[in-house]
């Protein structure tokens, strides 16, 4: 569902007019900034199937900071997979690789731990990797990666509309103070219903994510 149907589904449940952008006024601007607020709620709620994505690294030889490209410094990581050598990493204290990089001299050798090290210019998170890479290496970093806000129309939303509709018309309702019959309340009580059934369905394709075990 595109950016402007989202905000034409909030504006048919106010009872507005629907609009051909975004744009096309105040109170559609308003709407507008009403799901993106929906959208940011809604997508920090779970890990959603539809926003797990694969960023990869390719080291080189005796580099151990990266980029992580498009990251924007909006993600969960899952797991982080050596696919040179087919082993997981793990993560490694900024302490601890602070003093194997600033303190000791620290080994090359193949990647086999992690740890975040700032942003860069773009605003995209950068890693360091221990040892220092003696050549080329493929590391995959599986993210839950969030979206940016929403600018133009026909930009398209990944996760169940139905959960971020709902509560962008409470957002939207509370502010206005009514919705001709139906309180606010009452609307971030079915948004907050739709949000757990939503996760619910996409919580069956990870099971193994809504398991605890104890040790």
Known sequence: MTYLQLV??????????????VNENAYSKLIGEYVNDAKRTVEDSWD???????????????????????????FKVLNVINQT??????????????????VDTAPEGTPT???????????????????????????DFNVVLRTADFTADAQTLAIPPSAVIQLATALSARERGETGGTSAAELFALADTTLADAIAIDASYHPEETIWNVV
Do not use: C, H
Request: charged share 20%.
């Open 8 to 21: 034409n589904n909030v504006m048919r449940r106010l009872r507005e007019n629907e609009v051909s952008t």
């Open 48 to 74: 959603w199937t539809a926003l797990r994505s694969t960023i990869t690294v390719t080291t080189s030889d005796s580099s151990y900071n990266y980029t992580l490209t498009d990251s924007q410094n909006r």
């Open 85 to 102: 050598s087919n082993a997981f990493m793990t993560y490694r204290g900024s302490n601890s690789m602070d003093k194997a990089y600033l």
């Open 113 to 139: 731990y992690y740890t975040f090290k700032g942003v860069d210019a773009s605003g995209d998170n950068k890693v360091d990797l221990y040892p220092k890479p003696d050549g080329v290496y493929s590391i």
